[in-house]
């Protein structure tokens, strides 16, 4: 399974970052802070997801309030 790290921001600050394998982005978001997510549509709070040696990044909102 992919290897990805999973950063948590509000606004433009980084308030928790951490690596997690997982089989998809989605599910790493997801698993990483025990939340639902969604996709991102410009929320100031969100979830940005990266894979290891990858140049590609995916970003998801929260479901629900922050």
Request: glycine content about 8%; overall charge positive; some cysteine.
């Amino acid at each position: 399974m992919p290897k990805f790290v999973v950063e948590e921001i509000h606004g433009s600050t980084v308030t928790a970052s951490q690596s997690i394998v997982a089989p998809s982005a989605f599910k790493a978001a997801a698993n990483a802070t025990g939340r639902l997510v969604t996709l991102w549509s410009g929320e100031p709070a969100c979830v940005r997801v990266t894979e290891f040696g990858m140049s590609r990044s995916f970003t998801y909102a929260y479901c629900g309030s922050f």
